[in-house]
């Protein structure tokens, strides 16, 4: 499934694909994908300006004149390809796999087709109005990259969380936009056991003190940023189905350094482990036993 970095990716691609153009014609060919498509998508979308394309988590949100924002989730395999215009005879032409073909007019690049394909149609679209109130969006907690996520923050959300902290952070109202791949990878920087429970990673408040990180947590959300800073630069991890829209690939997973590597060794100078893999919670977790033992 793509994560933060891969969908920092598209976003960025697509804003300097999209951002100015009017949308000209709307087609859906299905009623929808894992949720019904709005019954007035079609509608809300032409005729509108592209104002902006933005990220929330995971989402994708396409700012239009109106003040909406159509909102997808890239699900597990959904891509946008973003073409010159072809023949009218495209539509019959289409992959069998392309669920929403949209048609757009840019003062720049002239007319272009944006598809959106997605084989295992795991992924879904909404319309967010103006007043910004999304039942996918209202439950996020903060940007992992943003100014508002710090370890003081992290810790009063682990304080009372006794799970591991690989499960907590995979947990969307706690950090927006964390996936499984790059939890194992700023773990490993960090040094910290996934399997270590949250709260240990803070230090009770005293006095009615808000509670404290202890040094690895500081060091985890130094490596949060850090990681996915890197993939983002690196155009995410292509892993299965990922693509941008112009069809590009990521190259991250050449950098991973625990991800996809059980039995492989480890890559700190002087660790003679070994990279392994077990599951937590029905994902598979790799990590260096030998390393990542920091709980204070």
Not at 41 to 68: C, D, F, N, P
């Amino acid at each position: 499934m793509p994560e933060l970095p891969e969908v920092e990716t598209v976003r960025r691609a697509l804003t300097s694909g999209i951002k100015f153009a009017t949308i000209t014609g709307v087609r859906l060919h299905r009623l929808g994908l894992r949720f019904a498509f709005p019954p007035d998508l079609a509608r809300q979308l032409e005729g509108q300006t592209i104002v902006g394309v933005h990220r929330r988590a995971k989402y994708l949100l396409v700012e239009l004149g109106s003040g909406t924002h159509w909102l997808t989730h890239l699900g597990m395999s959904g891509t946008f390809g973003l073409t010159p215009e072809p023949p009218a005879t495209r539509s019959p032409a289409r992959g069998k796999h392309e669920h929403v073909t949209i048609t757009l007019t840019h003062p720049e690049h002239g007319r272009m087709c944006l598809a959106y394909t997605d084989p295992r149609r795991f992924g879904f679209m909404d319309l967010v109005p103006p007043n910004g109130v999304s039942r996918h969006l209202d439950h996020l907690g903060p940007e992992p990259l943003g100014n508002g996520f710090s370890a003081p923050l992290l810790a009063s959300k682990l304080a009372a969380r006794r799970a591991p902290i690989k499960s907590v952070l995979l947990d969307q109202r706690v950090v927006a936009g964390l996936g499984n791949i790059y939890v194992c990878e700023a773990l490993f920087g960090a040094g910290i056991d996934p399997r270590t429970p949250a709260a240990e990673l803070v230090r009770a408040p005293r006095n009615k003190t808000a509670p404290r990180p202890r040094p690895a947590l500081e060091k985890l959300v130094g490596k949060i940023r850090n990681t996915l800073t890197r993939a983002i630069k690196a155009g995410g991890s292509s892993l299965r189905d990922f693509e941008g829209p112009g069809g590009e690939t990521g190259y991250f997973q050449h950098q991973f350094e625990v991800y996809g590597r059980a039995g492989a060794p480890c890559v700190t100078p002087g660790c003679s482990g070994e990279i392994e893999r077990f599951v937590q919670s029905g994902r598979s977790t790799f990590w260096c036993p030998r390393c990542q033992s920091a709980r204070s």
